[in-house]
């Protein structure tokens, strides 16, 4: 079956630390760049960071840069995203997406990540 | 960085009726538009791709028109299924992607 599978949301206090996993099947996942997108009730759905599928180039949205990195393992077939210095605004739901001619075509469930002391 | 703007904001239409949603960028992007449907407590779902393209899977009462900065995408006969959110997205410039605000459509 094709599909994305997120997990490591968490709990976490301000300040704090996650890495979020993306694990992908059905598919050959070298041949997708990869992107991470939040939804906050408040703030709708956010692009949040992108990946080519050889790792080659990343890059993240303003707010997340110096504080969040994403990453991948095309052998292990995952994308990651690495979250330090976590503010209350960061609090969402984060989506893995799948990227082709450039729009989302694949999503996982999401994952909860929660700020809060 | 563009700006996408949505309207209506909330819809509300019965089953048959044809759904029209308004989708605007702050500059042209030519036909780099994608429409995604999301429902409570679920990922979104892609539509539409290329601002017409129909995506695999996706019934033929959904399609979507336009190029430049004004987009929009049709429910032919809406159906009990197609109340939900929806949303656009452009990717005029590869990165950042921006997605609209939404438009819900519920019951009247």
């Known amino acids: 079956e094709v599909q994305l599978v997120e997990s490591g949301g968490d709990l976490v206090q301000p300040g704090g630390s996650l890495r979020l996993s993306c694990a992908a099947s059905g598919f050959t996942f070298s041949s997708y760049s990869m992107n991470w997108v939040r939804q906050t009730p408040g703030k709708g759905l956010e692009w949040v960071a992108n990946i080519k599928h050889d790792g080659s180039d990343k890059y993240h949205v303003d707010s997340v840069k110096g504080r969040f990195i994403i990453s991948r393992d095309n052998a292990k077939n995952s994308v990651f995203l690495q979250m330090k210095g976590l503010r209350a605004e960061d609090a969402a739901v984060y989506y893995c997406?799948?990227?082709?001619?450039?729009?989302?075509?694949?999503w996982g469930q999401g994952t909860m990540v929660t700020v809060s002391s | 960085d563009i700006q996408m703007t949505q309207s209506p904001s909330t819809l509300s239409a019965s089953v048959g009726d044809r759904v029209t949603i308004s989708c605007r960028a702050s500059q042209s992007i030519g036909s780099y538009l994608a429409w995604y449907q999301q429902k409570p407590g679920k990922a979104p779902k892609l539509l539409i791709y290329?601002?017409?393209s129909l995506e695999s899977g996706v019934p033929s009462r959904f399609s979507g028109s336009g190029s430049g900065t004004e987009f929009t995408l049709t429910i032919s006969s809406l159906q009990p299924d197609d109340f939900a959110t929806y949303y656009c997205?452009?990717?005029?410039?590869?990165?950042?992607?921006?997605f609209g605000p939404g438009t819900k459509v519920d019951v009247k």
């Open positions: 997406a799948r990227q082709r001619y450039y729009a989302f075509d694949l």
């Open positions: 290329k601002a017409s």
């Open positions: 997205q452009e990717y005029n410039n590869y990165v950042p992607f921006t």
